[in-house]
């Protein structure tokens, strides 16, 4: 906690109020130990680039309107939760969620020449990624978890969500 909280909150707690949570099972010093040996086991490499990034960009360099970027947001979020999905890239996660979304909304070309140049890939790499993608937003129908559809569904995000995609 002590380590997400540093990276997460503006002002994180300090150790010594780790120590009262703990009720003193721990001592501040090994508490800091503890934290040394997760961070070096780690190689202090904590970060990881959200897939929202890469769609941002991709977005921006695509220069299609406000609602293909809430369509790709929408997919993306709505497949958070899909343990498949977690061994592509997150660079690849948002090309795909874009390329579906300007497949969705019949946009030029699905994926341009400046989209391949942002992303470095071609829509042949997307492929795999786009299908299992699809294969998730086949069970929008049937999902409990509306959180995501609910949220995309107000008029603030363009009722993306009330899309039919599989016409």
Not at 2 to 12: R, T
């Amino acid at each position: 906690m002590l380590i997400a909280s540093k990276y997460e909150e503006i002002y994180a707690p300090e150790v010594r109020d780790f120590v009262y949570v703990t009720d003193k099972s721990y001592s501040k010093e090994e508490i800091i130990q503890m934290e040394y040996k997760i961070l070096s086991t780690l190689n202090f490499d904590i970060l990881s680039v959200s897939p929202l990034t890469f769609l941002k960009r991709y977005h921006f360099v695509s220069g299609d309107n406000l609602r293909s970027f809430y369509l790709a947001q929408f997919i993306l979020e709505f497949s958070f939760l899909e343990y498949k999905l977690l061994f592509y890239p997150a660079s690849m996660k948002a090309a795909s969620c874009l390329y579906i979304s300007r497949k969705l909304l019949k946009l030029d070309k699905a994926w341009n020449q400046s989209l391949v140049s942002a992303s470095h890939y071609d829509d042949k790499e997307l492929k795999p990624c786009v299908k299992d993608f699809c294969k998730i937003l086949e069970l929008l129908p049937r999902i409990n978890l509306k959180a995501a559809v609910n949220k995309f569904s107000a008029s603030k995000y363009m009722e993306v969500a009330k899309i039919n995609m599989f016409n």
